[in-house]
């Protein structure tokens, strides 16, 4: 069975849309092996830009919280995938794009949750709300693995 790294890299190579099947491995991965288990230093820096001074997320929200509505949005089902090869980083980044459920939404929430990570090493980038939701993450140069409406 090809690992989930190259059938990434498979998919954005022939702009094809995912399978339910490798849609849920996708997700899996990046859940797994993406998302930090605790919150670190990275997880914090994130927290404070998103939940603190822009206030996507509620101001009781903690930094688990924020982690976990990371988490909930990469490993649902009714979330979009799409990717786009990042020059700077010379890499396939994929996002993740979701809802912004009701506990989620902060003073200044967007109208969707965007969690960013590289391909290979699976290594998770940032996670924030979108103003635009899917536009802004349309207008990136990439394709859509998978979308959800």
Known sequence: MEDVAHLVLRLAEEQREATPDEAARIRALFARHGLPDVVTEHVRQKYEEHVEDRQEWPSDTTPEEYLESLRATVTDARS???VT???ELDEWVVYFVGR???GW??????QRIVVLFRREPQRWITGFQARDGDGYVAIQGGYWMLQRR
């Open 105 to 110: 939404r902060g003073p200044r929430a967007g």
């Open 80 to 82: 979009s995938i799409y």
């Open 100 to 102: 912004v459920r009701r």
């Open 85 to 87: 090869f990042e020059i």
